[in-house]
């Protein structure tokens, strides 16, 4: 069939597990394993970053940049939250292309520290996100490619169709209802539902990056990961998705998992918010 075209699943197959190996061994550590994992990281996709826009991450503009990242992941981690902001929004000096990246990665970043080591069940809280996106990937892939059909946004991203776009968001549901059982905190269909929103934020990020990929004329953000290109390439629907699971732990009950809030939550966070 014309959707069928597995080559690239073995190597995918392989970095996946090295990343699977080495995300539970940080996520179940915590700490300075989990904190200083998300630093590095964030300084690696602003690498990336600078190579996509053309600015060698080695010159001193790039480093500059890369920097910017690094400190604000290093901030969070040392429990200066109150100074993070100042390096989104001071990345300006970048230029608005760069001080945009610089924003996604900082705001998925720290969303991620945030989850693990700040929010009421941190170790679940990540096991969720991350399991709701990488479910959602992996569902589009193999729907994608064993029914194939009319293409999502062929100009953005001509792999992408729209039969693997809905066997993604079925597949982020089914992992966000499996997920939500295990702890034992109840709230299952909540977690479905937002599970839904979190695979619909995530494959907007990921459509996100291969539109900026487009523009710039690259395949990949990088080559680090065998079958999936870059960091970029890999936590793009991480980053988006990620910010939106911290936003509902801050409007979750004390003890409760952020997929336990409800429209009762979302009122009261709307009305804390409106009230100043």
Same mark, same amino acid.
């Given at each position: 069939?014309?959707?069928?075209?597995?080559?690239?699943?073995?190597?995918?197959?392989?970095?996946?597990?090295?990343?699977?190996?080495?995300?539970?061994?940080?996520?179940?550590?915590?700490g300075?394993?989990?904190?200083?994992?998300?630093?590095?990281?964030?300084?690696?996709?602003?690498?990336?970053?600078?190579?996509?826009?053309?600015?060698?991450?080695?010159?001193?503009?790039?480093?500059?940049?890369?920097?910017?990242?690094f400190c604000?992941?290093?901030?969070?981690?040392?429990?200066?939250?109150?100074?993070?902001?100042?390096?989104?929004?001071?990345?300006?000096?970048?230029?608005?292309?760069?001080?945009?990246?610089?924003?996604?990665?900082?705001?998925?970043?720290?969303?991620?520290?945030?989850?693990?080591?700040?929010?009421?069940?941190?170790?679940?809280?990540?096991?969720?996100v991350?399991?709701?996106?990488?479910?959602?990937?992996?569902?589009?892939?193999?729907?994608?490619?064993?029914?194939g059909?009319?293409?999502?946004?062929?100009?953005?991203?001509?792999?992408?169709?729209?039969?693997?776009?809905?066997?993604?968001?079925?597949?982020?549901?089914?992992?966000?209802?499996?997920v939500?059982?295990?702890?034992?905190?109840?709230?299952?269909?909540?977690? *479905?539902?937002w +599970?839904? /929103? #979190?695979?619909?934020? =995530?494959?907007? !990020?990921?459509?996100?990056? %291969?539109?900026?990929k487009?523009?710039?004329?690259?395949?990949?953000?990088?080559?680090?990961?065998?079958?999936?290109?870059?960091?970029?390439?890999?936590?793009d629907?991480?980053?988006?998705? *990620?910010?939106? +699971?911290? /936003? #509902?732990?801050?409007? =979750?009950k004390? !003890?409760l998992?952020?997929? %336990?809030?409800?429209f009762?939550?979302?009122?009261?966070?709307?009305?804390?918010?409106?009230?100043?």
């Amino acid at each position: 069939m014309p959707g069928r075209d597995w080559r690239d699943l073995r190597p995918r197959l392989l970095s996946a597990l090295a990343l699977i190996i080495v995300a539970v061994l940080a996520i179940s550590l915590g700490g300075y394993a989990y904190g200083l994992l998300i630093v590095a990281t964030m300084a690696g996709m602003a690498a990336e970053g600078c190579a996509l826009f053309s600015l060698s991450p080695r010159s001193w503009r790039g480093a500059l940049f890369v920097a910017w990242s690094f400190c604000a992941g290093l901030s969070a981690f040392c429990g200066r939250w109150e100074a993070t902001p100042a390096f989104a929004m001071t990345a300006f000096v970048f230029g608005p292309p760069l001080w945009l990246m610089n924003a996604v990665i900082v705001a998925g970043g720290l969303s991620l520290m945030w989850l693990r080591l700040g929010a009421d069940c941190g170790v679940w809280a990540v096991v969720f996100v991350i399991a709701v996106v990488v479910s959602s990937d992996s569902a589009a892939y193999v729907t994608g490619r064993m029914i194939g059909g009319p293409k999502l946004a062929p100009r953005i991203s001509p792999g992408k169709t729209r039969s693997g776009a809905v066997g993604g968001l079925l597949g982020a549901v089914v992992a966000g209802f499996v997920v939500a059982t295990i702890p034992g905190a109840g709230f299952a269909v909540r977690g *479905a539902g937002w +599970a839904l /929103l #979190l695979g619909i934020a =995530a494959q907007a !990020g990921d459509l996100a990056e %291969s539109a900026v990929k487009r523009a710039r004329g690259v395949k990949d953000s990088g080559r680090l990961l065998p079958g999936h290109g870059g960091l970029l390439d890999r936590f793009d629907a991480l980053l988006a998705a *990620a910010p939106l +699971a911290a /936003l #509902l732990s801050l409007l =979750a009950k004390p !003890g409760l998992p952020f997929w %336990s809030v409800g429209f009762d939550g979302l009122a009261r966070g709307l009305g804390r918010f409106l009230g100043g």
